[in-house]
């Protein structure tokens, strides 16, 4: 039994398959495969642990039907063919739970480094422009009090607004498909429409997969409804949001400011004109970069790959339909 493994992850979960007695090769170079060269690899392994970002489409799984198991080392799986993978009854699973607090801490980070506007401070003292108090220039603005809007109330927007809570005693409200009650309970959040969501959160922080309904549900339209001061955090999908978008929303003063961990396109042009606004904060995409996650995620793929060699279900299936055949 075999395994390729796309990108270098974390020892322990390397170690834990190898102690399964599977034989373990990692592409080692710094350089994501080409498509064709993951498909030369993936020919000869039995299994695949990849990213996100590897392409996992048609002409992939078609050249890799015999595939045991696919497991993602991320929690998205928006660039796989889900169901293209379950129609060649290839099970594919992703690394749920184990990033949530890291990427909740990522957007808690941003709304803080935003409502204080804490990078361009940072640029301020690069630039030498630290020069003496002026009371009434480059203001932040305080949290306690507010409305948070989550958009996609799952496990990690349930950690951001439990730090949201516990830090701003900020009210809760949410918009998702499904309501969640367990988190209505755990954190006294309210549903409301997707509207409402727009018209009344302060803070409004994504937390949603991206699948065709929420692609591009960010675009002025939306961001006209919501209030002058509120602030936009994306630590998601960077296209679930339109960034002229948002540039525009910001410039002309229909929102206060955006945090981002996720921008549309990634990675980001360093001549993006949000990085030069006082009230824009970006980071590239590291919602899940500690050390606890990195690892945690290595272990949870590892399991799964160990899984599906074995010929057993996938503690972390994505489509448990695969099953059905
Ligand atoms: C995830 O796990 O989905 C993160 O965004 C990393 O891709």
Known sequence: M???VSRLIPEAGISKMEEAGIKVTVWKEDRPLTSEELIHHVQQHDAL?????EKIDKAFLNACPHLKVIALYSVGYDSMDVAEATRLGIPMSNTPDVLSDATADIAFTL???VSRKAFFH???ILNDEWDFFRPTANLGIELKNKTLGIFGLGRIGLEMAKRCRGAYNMQ???????????AEKEIDARYVSFDELLEQSDVLSLHTALTPETKDRFTLNEFRKMR??????????????????LLKAILDGIIWGAGLDVTNPEPMSPDSPLLR?????VTPHIGSATEEARTGMALVAAENIIAGLRGERLPNVIDPSVYDK
Do not use: W
């Open 122 to 124: 940072h640029r301020r």
């Open 228 to 245: 002058s001061k509120a602030i936009f955090i994306n630590t998601a999908r960077g296209a679930i949001h339109r960034e002229e978008d």
């Open 49 to 53: 642990l990849c990213m996100n970002r």
């Open 277 to 281: 606004l006082p009230s824009v904060c």
């Open 111 to 113: 709304l803080l480094a």
């Open 172 to 182: 809760v409200i949410y918009h998702n498909r499904n309501r969640n009650q367990e």
């Open 2 to 4: 075999n395994v390729f």
